[in-house]
C-alpha cells in the first residue's frame, strides 16, 4: 500500500474481473433457470455460490498467493538460508510476510453479492425455516476449510521450486485446475469425461469441496433438508482440510531436504 496508485488500480481491476463474472452468468440465466438440470441452483442460489467464491478468493490471494509466488525467489537469490536460520518454523515463516490488501475487495463484494441473494431466498417462509445462526457459522467455518485446501494446493506447488529452480508454469496450472471449482460439482456428474473429472477434483484434488460445501450450507439447505450424501459430503471436506495441510507439510520438509544452501 505504499505505492498507492499501484493499490488503487490492483483493487479496481480485481472489483473490474467480479463484476464482468457477475455479469456473465447474469446473462447465462437470461437463457436457463438453473445450472446442472435438477441440480437446484437456480439464479439466487448460484449467486451464492459465485460470492462463496469470491470469498475464499479474496481468502486466499490476499494472505498466500503472493508468498507462495516469491518462494521461488528465496530460493533463487539464496535468502531462503535466512529464513531457515530463524527460530520460528520454516513454513509458517514463508508463508506469511506479507499481505495483498488489493485483493480484499473481491471477498467484500463476495460477502454483499451472498447477503443480496439470501435476502432474495429468504422472501420464501418455507426457505426461512432452515435457516438460523447456526447456518452461518457452519458457513465460515467451511470457507475457512476450503482456504485450508487451496492453501495446501498452493505451498504443495512452491515447494517443487526446490527440486525445479523456477515453477512459473506450474503457477498457471494452479490456476488452470482451480477453474473446475468455479461451477456447482452437479454439471460434472454425467457419464465420460464429466464424472472422471468430478471424481479427480474431488476425492483426489479435492478442490471441488472448497466451494460446493460452504455455498450449499447456505442455498441449498435453506429450501430442502441435507441429503445423506450431502452430510458426507460435509465431512469429506473436513477431512480434505486436515489431510491436505498435513500432506503440503510432508511434501514441504521432503523438499526441505533437497535444498543446497546458497553458500554450499
Known amino acids: 500500500m505504499s505505492f498507492r496508485m499501484n493499490f488503487i488500480l490492483q483493487c479496481i481491476s480485481s472489483v473490474s474481473w467480479a463484476g464482468m463474472n457477475w455479469g456473465l452468468f447474469k446473462i447465462i440465466y437470461q437463457h ?42 528465496l530460493i533463487r537469490t539464496g535468502n531462503l538460508d535466512f529464513a531457515l536460520l530463524k527460530p520460528i518454523d520454516t513454513q509458517f515463516l514463508i508463508s506469511f510476510p506479507r499481505l495483498n490488501w488489493a485483493q480484499l475487495p473481491n471477498g467484500m463484494l463476495g460477502v454483499l453479492l451472498i447477503i443480496y441473494s439470501m435476502s432474495n431466498l429468504m422472501k420464501d417462509p418455507e426457505k426461512h425455516l432452515y435457516f438460523n445462526f447456526f447456518t452461518l457459522l457452519a458457513f465460515a467455518f467451511f470457507v475457512l476449510c476450503g482456504a485450508v485446501v487451496m492453501y495446501s494446493v498452493m505451498i504443495m506447488l512452491a515447494s517443487t521450486s526446490i527440486w525445479f529452480g523456477r515453477n512459473q508454469n506450474l503457477y498457471s496450472f494452479w490456476f488452470y485446475i ?46 430442502t433438508p441435507w441429503k445423506s450424501w450431502e452430510w458426507g459430503l460435509a465431512a469429506f471436506a473436513i477431512f ?19 535444498y543446497r544452501s546458497a553458500s554450499s
Open 32 to 73: 436457463t433457470g438453473e445450472i446442472g438440470r435438477g441440480s437446484g441452483w437456480h439464479e439466487d442460489e448460484f449467486f451464492i455460490f459465485l460470492g462463496t467464491i469470491w470469498v475464499i478468493n479474496s481468502l486466499v490471494q490476499t494472505f498466500f498467493m503472493a508468498n507462495a509466488e516469491e518462494f521461488s525467489e
Open 240 to 258: 480434505s482440510a486436515f489431510w491436505m495441510l498435513w500432506l503440503s507439510r510432508w511434501v514441504f520438509r521432503r523438499a526441505l531436504l533437497s
Open 178 to 223: 482451480t477453474n473446475f471449482y468455479r461451477y456447482p460439482m452437479e454439471i460434472y456428474q454425467r457419464n465420460g469425461i464429466g464424472m472422471a473429472l468430478w471424481a479427480t477434483f474431488t476425492f483426489v484434488v479435492p478442490i471441488l469441496v472448497v466451494s460446493n460445501v460452504p455455498a450449499r450450507v447456505l442455498a441449498q439447505p435453506l429450501g
